[in-house]
């Protein structure tokens, strides 16, 4: 099995900055991508960056410039640095991770965090 710890959600206000963390543990031959989505009230689940193993990365177009997605693959973890935060960024933030536990499977298997409260208001 394979356990998706977040942290750093919260509060704060408009333009205010926050960082979410990710830790991936359990069985982990290998992290292939990892990412993180958001949802919003009434809204469907969205991806909001992504970032593979070689480095690649990827944002929703409404975050570009704001948001920035970093990864240590020793400690098997993801962050996503948020500035300029919006009302609209408000949204329970999930981590993603595409783990492959062992050597014996070529194929990844898809893990989920619990999910953390970004909340953005004045």
């Known amino acids: 099995q394979v356990q998706l710890v977040e942290s750093g959600g919260g509060l704060v206000q408009p333009g205010g900055s926050l960082r979410l963390s990710c830790a991936a543990s359990?069985?982990?031959?290998?992290?292939?991508?990892m990412g993180w989505y958001r949802q919003a009230p009434g809204k469907e689940r969205e991806l909001v960056s992504r970032?593979?193993?070689?480095?690649?990365?990827n944002y929703v177009d409404s975050v570009e410039g704001r948001f920035t997605i970093s990864r240590d693959n020793p400690k098997n973890t993801v962050y996503l640095q948020m500035n300029n935060l919006k009302p609209e960024d408000t949204a329970v933030y999930y981590c993603?991770?595409?783990?492959?536990?062992?050597?014996?499977?070529?194929?990844?298997?898809?893990?989920w965090g619990q999910g953390t409260q970004v909340t953005v208001s004045s």
């Open positions: 993603n991770a595409e783990v492959v536990p062992s050597p014996y499977f070529s194929v990844a298997s898809n893990y």
């Open positions: 359990g069985n982990i031959f290998r992290i292939d991508a």
């Open positions: 970032i593979s193993s070689g480095g690649s990365i």
